[in-house]
């Protein structure tokens, strides 16, 4: 399967293919980079990688496991 630029035309690669994971980070397979919110380009090197999305990890933009210890202590409190 190929997939298709902006433009229309076939790049002869397959789609990024994106999971949600529930409380998780956002798994990208087939992605050649990952832009972060300040507009850099972040070499993608395997072939799945893990992005965070609840913005606590120290190696942004990837998922360090932060969000596990964030939803712990959200039990914890009670909320």
Known sequence: ???TSGTGRET???PVR???????PLLLRGADEVMD????????TRPVVAVC???GT??????DGTHALLK??????GS
């Open 72 to 77: 712990r202590d959200r039990a914890a409190k």
């Open 37 to 44: 919110a300040d507009g850099r380009a972040h070499p993608v």
């Open 18 to 24: 994106v999971r949600v994971c529930p409380d998780g």
């Open 12 to 14: 002869g690669r397959d």
């Open 58 to 63: 120290a190696r942004s933009p990837w998922c």
């Open 1 to 3: 399967m190929s997939a």
């Open 53 to 55: 999305v609840c913005g």
